[in-house]
């Protein structure tokens, strides 16, 4: 299938004045493709300019409406959702979040616009063609609901590519060119890491527990709550795992139908519960839905009250959890699952308050982004954004060196150079509610600071308050400032490279080692292995894939923190004055309203911070939660994106 560049004309309802997300960090974070919009009330001018394009292109049907929802904050408000298309097959991750006031008034536009895209939307292969030859060329892997969605992919390099989007039992989503099958781009899509009785967690505190009774005892299953909480146990068998993670999916079942049954709940037989890892898991998924409610008035993790189906005493060989999102899950809504650590001392169940946290507020951001949007993946990277130019040839630590050639994405010889921001986002968001959800639970015991996981003997923790006092590996601390982020020499056209000896897919942060294997699957858009810090070599892992989502969260929590708690940043000296304990309830409004009801689906760091500042702008016109988020998000390197007078491919 043939692949085009983007070209713009002078007509072009895009050559507009508007406000360019790589001005936001000061550096040429765009490539070619993309214009990314961050358009607030305050820009009358420019709000004007673009709305009026916006307007023109949905008459011609070049952007169309998906979503048009009332404003949960504000009655009266309305909130849209456009994507991009060309023959009426949508751009992926090229989409308008429009927010209208009363009168109808465009009050703000955030998103990703590309130019007139040509190419031809007729696939060589059919959606029937390419689930048979993904199936049969990856190991009889099972293709959700059979039906691909057929999209315009951004590459790299400024480029497009017709492809099918597609969801596998093997947890990741897939874009596979809709020419002859291969594998354009891969996305993880799992995020790592009734009666009252009650039972000790694993520090000993007793925690009440909202269970029902069953004929042989009391089982996890909350119905007090309007969202009903199940607890399931896989008691460390795999294949009773494996069945609740995808039977769902492999089924290709109706949406809610149950794969799971009485026999995988839970169960205790005199409600005085003994187990850790379901007294914590369960009580705390409880104290979670009670933030979200009494906080933010979210119902349950879809806004709806959902059923939440989690699973513990799990073995990931280590100290892991996960979210898992539709859909995948007992009942193809996503699912929660902890697993334990374990050491010659004995074993701990990973599901302390702010993991449980964590893990759920990842199907808050999938609920609320893929429901707004339409985008089945909820929160993806913005490609052009998330991406810029690198060097022409770097040299690793044990003396190779690279040029930029057809194993790479280039553009005039220099490497392409990006990281999973958006995954980045997601993270930080899971970290920041981790942490919110102590703070709020405080009075009834829980632990109150900045630091994720410190409820743990083990460390899987990263630390809000200063970033950088904990090392990724030797030498190299989290960031807490964008300047600072890890990004990774895109690869093209290269075998993906896998740990030897496994198991090491899913360490986090992968391990640095020189001896690899390839594995079958080719994926042709890939974070190399090669990691750089400030456009310089830095360091290799030991495999491909990872896009440094845990490791460039701290950037927009580290924000949070500062929002709050004030402080300077040790990398740009830049000084902050917070909120403190009375306005962490604003500050923590305001970064969820960004989240749920303005961030584009496709993001990137620059995307996030500019949502956050528009709602601060909602909620805290002139106040001092907007001075305190507008004073943290420039201290970490994230300042408010400045006016180009053109819009164009290139930067």
């Known amino acids: 299938m043939p692949r085009t560049t983007p070209r713009w004309t002078l007509s072009s309802a895009l050559v507009l004045a508007t406000i360019a997300i790589a001005a936001a960090a000061g550096e040429a974070a765009q490539l070619r493709g993309g214009v990314s919009l961050a358009v607030g009330h305050r820009n009358v001018d420019g709000l004007g300019r673009w709305d009026t394009a916006i307007d023109r292109m949905t008459r011609t049907g070049d952007l169309v409406v998906t979503t048009r929802l009332r404003d949960r904050e504000f009655p009266g408000r309305t909130l849209e959702y456009l994507i991009q298309t060309v023959d009426g097959v949508p751009v992926h991750g090229s989409a308008i979040s429009r927010q209208l006031d009363v009168d109808g008034v465009t009050r703000s536009l955030l998103g990703t616009l590309h130019p007139p895209i040509d190419i031809n939307t007729t696939p060589a292969l059919s959606a029937a063609e390419i689930v048979h030859l993904l199936e049969y060329t990856h190991n009889k892997r099972i293709v959700a609901g059979r039906q691909p969605a057929l999209v315009v992919l951004p590459l790299p390099d400024g480029t497009y590519a017709l492809s099918y989007r597609l969801a596998m039992s093997d947890g990741r989503f897939y874009f596979a060119d809709a020419g002859n099958g291969r594998i354009l781009r891969a996305?993880?899509?799992?995020?790592?890491?009734?009666?009252?009785?009650?039972?000790?967690?694993?520090?000993?505190?007793?925690?009440?527990?909202?269970?029902?009774?069953?004929?042989?005892?009391?089982?996890?299953?909350?119905?007090?709550?309007?969202?009903?909480?199940?607890?399931?146990?896989?008691?460390?068998?795999?294949?009773?795992?494996?069945?609740?993670?995808?039977?769902?999916?492999?089924?290709?079942?109706?949406?809610?139908?149950?794969?799971?049954?009485?026999?995988?709940?839970?169960?205790?037989?005199?409600?005085?519960?003994?187990?850790?890892?379901?007294?914590?898991?369960?009580?705390?998924?409880?104290?979670?839905?009670?933030?979200?409610?009494?906080?933010?008035?979210?119902?349950?993790?879809?806004?709806?009250?959902?059923?939440?189906?989690?699973?513990?005493?799990?073995?990931?060989?280590?100290?892991?959890?996960?979210?898992?999102?539709?859909?995948?899950?007992?009942?193809?809504?996503?699912?929660?699952?902890?697993?334990?650590?374990?050491?010659?001392?004995?074993?701990?169940?990973?599901?302390?308050?702010?993991?449980?946290?964590?893990?759920?507020?990842?199907?808050?951001?999938?609920?609320?982004?893929?429901?707004?949007?339409?985008?089945?993946?909820?929160?993806?990277?913005?490609?052009?954004?998330?991406?810029?130019?690198?060097?022409?040839?770097?040299?690793?630590?044990?003396?190779?060196?690279?040029?930029?050639?057809?194993?790479?994405?280039?553009?005039?010889?220099?490497?392409?150079?990006?990281?999973?921001?958006?995954?980045?986002?997601?993270?930080?968001?899971?970290?920041?509610?981790?942490?919110?959800?102590?703070?709020?639970?405080?009075?009834?015991?829980?632990?109150?600071?900045?630091?994720?996981?410190?409820?743990?003997?083990?460390?899987?923790?990263?630390?809000?308050?200063?970033?950088?006092?904990?090392?990724?590996?030797?030498?190299?601390?989290?960031?807490?400032?964008?300047?600072?982020?890890?990004?990774?020499?895109?690869?093209?056209?290269?075998?993906?490279?896998?740990?030897?000896?496994?198991?090491?897919?899913?360490?986090?942060?992968?391990?640095?080692?020189?001896?690899?294997?390839?594995?079958?699957?080719?994926?042709?858009?890939?974070?190399?292995?090669?990691?750089?810090?400030?456009?310089?070599?830095?360091?290799?892992?030991?495999?491909?894939?990872?896009?440094?989502?845990?490791?460039?969260?701290?950037i927009l929590s580290h924000a949070f923190y500062l929002a709050i708690e004030g402080g300077t940043n040790r990398t740009t000296g830049l000084s902050v004055q917070g909120v403190g304990d009375a306005g962490r309830a604003e500050v923590e409004r305001i970064f969820f309203r960004a989240m749920t009801d303005l961030m584009p689906a496709a993001t990137s760091l620059p995307h996030a911070a500019e949502a956050i500042r528009q709602a601060a702008a909602d909620l805290s016109p002139g106040g001092e939660a907007q001075r305190a988020v507008a004073q943290a998000l420039i201290a970490v390197g994230l300042p408010p994106a400045q006016p180009v007078t053109e819009a164009s491919p290139a930067r």
């Open 187 to 554: 996305v993880d899509a799992f995020r790592r890491q009734s009666a009252v009785g009650s039972g000790n967690d694993y520090r000993g505190l007793r925690k009440k527990l909202s269970t029902t009774r069953d004929g042989t005892g009391f089982l996890a299953h909350d119905r007090l709550r309007p969202a009903e909480i199940v607890t399931l146990d896989a008691r460390f068998n795999f294949h009773r795992l494996d069945r609740l993670i995808t039977g769902h999916f492999i089924d290709d079942l109706p949406a809610v139908s149950p794969v799971w049954n009485a026999n995988d709940v839970a169960v205790d037989a005199d409600n005085d519960w003994d187990d850790p890892a379901v007294v914590e898991a369960h009580a705390y998924t409880g104290w979670t839905y009670d933030y979200l409610y009494a906080r933010h008035g979210w119902q349950g993790l879809d806004g709806a009250n959902g059923r939440i189906l989690s699973i513990v005493n799990v073995d990931f060989g280590g100290p892991n959890a996960l979210a898992a999102p539709p859909p995948f899950g007992p009942e193809g809504t996503g699912v929660y699952v902890y697993g334990r650590a374990s050491d010659e001392a004995g074993e701990e169940p990973v599901t302390s308050l702010d993991i449980v946290a964590h893990e759920l507020m990842h199907g808050v951001t999938h609920f609320s982004v893929s429901r707004r949007t339409g985008n089945p993946l909820g929160l993806d990277t913005d490609i052009p954004a998330s991406t810029r130019l690198g060097p022409e040839s770097f040299t690793d630590e044990n003396g190779n060196t690279f040029t930029c050639d057809d194993g790479w994405w280039c553009i005039d010889g220099r490497f392409v150079l990006g990281s999973a921001q958006g995954s980045a986002v997601n993270e930080a968001y899971s970290d920041i509610v981790g942490k919110s959800v102590g703070f709020f639970h405080e009075d009834a015991g829980a632990t109150a600071n900045y630091h994720t996981g410190s409820d743990q003997t083990f460390d899987l923790g990263r630390s809000l308050a200063n970033p950088g006092s904990i090392n990724i590996l030797d030498g190299f601390p989290y960031p807490d400032a964008y300047q600072n982020r890890y990004e990774f020499a895109v690869a093209r056209l290269t075998t993906t490279d896998v740990c030897n000896p496994p198991p090491c897919e899913d360490a986090d942060p992968p391990p640095r080692i020189d001896a690899v294997e390839e594995e079958e699957d080719e994926v042709e858009q890939e974070y190399s292995r090669f990691v750089f810090v400030n456009g310089r070599f830095a360091f290799s892992l030991g495999q491909y894939g990872y896009g440094g989502e845990h490791w460039n969260s701290t």
